[in-house]
């Protein structure tokens, strides 16, 4: 009878109006924590939070929110629970009929995913270090999944769970970038890479310093799809150095990490101081890039500007080319692409100036098979302006195309017949020397000194290259160029699919914020029909605005084509048959424009 006595006065207790309970109230932690919620939600808690260790259980101090409905309900659980206790208790069997009746009941501990694989580990004998190492260094898991796991391990933050987390994560990012070198791995893991270099994007924009400080905040910032694992991907795909990569996202890893432990230790509130931190150091390093950039976008400039008499030209010989480093090589086209295309960025260190238009040859290094003599230059159009995609004028980027002949007896690419010199430019890899001539040509140089003059811009594949450097002149960077051009700019660009589609990233940006003033076009032979329902090459596209090309053209504008030599006959068939529409004698007609030097061909 003593129990039911003892229950009895407890329900009298709790029903009189002096029972009570306080606004903040300390309640005993489990040995562990039960609960289906994920580390990180757990840690992002707007309290702050101490998550209990293994063998102590430590008491977590609620805030007095809303204190008086919390007492309310309390109060109504308290009352609800022990009236029906009590109603068990008093209808139950004999206190000794109970024991023998009774069975033991177990307790169902719900664990998450890294609580789980914690305590997997730890049936093999791996300390307690081992583990927390091999949770960070998990994709998608990462070092901001591993710090909750850890202090729900009940080890310290600072001097332990942070530090080990930091290593564990970086341990694999080195032998990636490495990795990522070896094509069979590119091949195997190309979804993988897809879709890292769709998040990874926008990293590639400006100066280095750019790059690593996007890279550092990429990592850092502890969202859905970024990480170390997504940010080594993406500083792969954009040809960073590696040391450059590392550094950055070794920064990006501890800002994570800081920003983790901040919500886990102070909720919120440590949440966004973290990240405020992480804004102001990312954000001084992209600005002083800026700065860095700005200061330089000048000083490469004719007096005046427009003056092409002192174009240079030539100015490394075959005899004794430059040479040049390997900045970074990246692939720029897609998956389903027909080849594979690089954008590869070299430093010349200042030593050999360009302009707009012109060419670089290339010496591949070795000898040829047949004499044993050195490879002859193989010329490839300049795709920079003449400061260079960092804006220091010391670096220079080709566009190339990896040259491949397919067997049709061996149904396979035939290497005794590849492209010596477009295979050797795709494989290099940043710190390799590259042996430079030039730069050569004029004939694709930009007509700047009327600024209101239109230039239309034609291109097969790769020809889209010297059209890199024109929009970047006109409507990237900060140039008199830039500043005093009121034309009209239309590209036009011809490839087999969207896969295939070169800088298009770019040329969106330069749409969108220059809607007046920069036109686009695609010819996508796979995927787009012409007015007869055939495959849209190049001349159809240009075709379909025939009557406003033809106008520009007769009030001064000029016309430039760039490509493999194929392109041309389709081009002039095309030009002539517009001509007999309209009555005109097409070589009038074109004798007309190349005469006033508004006909531009490089074709190859």
Not at 170 to 180: N, T
Not at 243 to 248: G, I, V
Not at 500 to 512: G, N, P
Request: aromatic share 8%.
């Amino acid at each position: 009878m003593a129990p039911r006595l003892l229950l009895l006065a407890a329900i009298a207790v709790l029903s009189s109006p002096t029972a009570a309970f306080t606004g903040t109230s300390h309640v005993a932690a489990p040995a562990r924590i039960h609960s289906r919620t994920s580390p990180l939600r757990l840690a992002s808690s707007a309290a702050p939070q101490q998550f209990p260790s293994v063998a102590a259980s430590p008491t977590v101090e609620h805030a007095p929110v809303s204190a008086e409905r919390r007492n309310r309900a309390l109060r109504g659980l308290a009352r609800s629970a022990l009236f029906l206790g009590s109603i068990a208790l008093l209808s139950s069997p004999a206190p000794a009929a109970a024991k023998a009746a009774a069975a033991p009941v177990p307790v169902i501990e719900h664990l998450h995913v890294g609580q789980k694989v914690a305590r997997y580990l730890q049936s093999f004998g791996i300390p307690d270090w081992g583990v927390l190492a091999l949770i960070s260094a998990m994709p998608v898991v990462e070092l901001r999944g591993a710090i909750p796991v850890g202090l729900w391990m009940g080890m310290p933050l600072l001097t332990f769970v942070f530090p080990i987390c930091v290593l564990g994560n970086m341990v694999p990012i080195v032998p990636m970038l490495f990795l990522l070198r070896n094509k069979w791995i590119r091949n195997l893991m190309a979804p993988i890479l897809a879709r890292a270099e769709s998040k990874s994007a926008s990293l590639g924009v400006g100066t280095p310093q750019k790059q690593w400080a996007s890279l550092a905040a990429f990592v850092g910032i502890p969202l859905p799809g970024t990480g170390a694992w997504t940010g080594a991907m993406g500083a792969f795909l954009l040809g960073m150095p590696v040391s450059a990569a590392l550094s950055a996202i070794f920064a990006g890893v501890v800002s994570a990490g800081a920003i983790v432990s901040a919500i886990t230790l102070a909720g919120k509130k440590g949440g966004i101081g973290a990240l405020a931190f992480l804004a102001l150091f990312t954000g001084y390093e992209f600005l002083k890039g800026e700065k860095e950039g700005e200061k330089k976008e000048n000083f490469l400039e004719a007096d005046p500007y427009w003056d092409q008499s002192t174009v240079p030209m030539n100015t490394a010989k075959a005899k004794s080319p430059h040479v040049s480093k390997v900045i970074s090589t990246k692939r720029i086209v897609g998956p389903k692409a027909t080849g594979e295309t690089c954008h590869i960025i070299m430093d010349h260190n200042g030593e050999l100036p360009y302009w707009e238009g012109q060419s670089f040859g290339v010496i591949a290094p070795g000898v040829r098979e047949k004499d044993g003599k050195p490879h002859s230059v193989r010329l490839y159009s300049i795709a920079a302006s003449r400061y260079g995609d960092d804006m220091t004028g010391k670096t220079t980027s080709l566009c190339v195309r990896r040259a491949n002949y397919w067997c049709p007896e061996l149904k396979a690419d035939d290497p005794a017949k590849k492209g010596v010199c477009s295979n050797f430019l795709c494989d290099t890899k940043p710190g390799e020397e590259v042996a430079l001539t030039g730069p050569s040509g004029k004939v694709m140089l930009i007509p700047e000194e009327d600024p209101k003059t239109d230039i239309i811009m034609v291109a097969t594949g790769t020809g889209i290259a010297p059209y890199r450097s024109f929009v970047r002149r006109l409507f990237v960077e900060k140039t008199p160029a830039a500043k005093a051009y009121k034309g009209t700019a239309w590209l036009f660009l011809g490839v087999a699919n969207s896969d295939a589609l070169l800088y298009d990233d770019e040329w969106q940006d330069v749409k969108a914020n220059n809607p007046d003033n920069f036109r686009l076009d695609y010819a996508l032979s796979r995927e787009q029909e012409n007015k007869k329902g055939g495959k849209m090459y190049i001349q159809d596209k240009v075709e379909e605005y025939a009557d406003e090309i033809f106008n520009k053209l007769d009030n001064g504008g000029h016309i430039y084509f760039c490509g493999l030599k194929g392109m041309m006959p389709g081009i002039q068939d095309m030009l002539k048959g517009v001509c007999e529409s309209k009555e005109i004698s097409y070589d009038e007609w074109l004798k007309g424009l190349k005469s006033k030097k508004q006909w531009h061909v490089e074709v190859y």
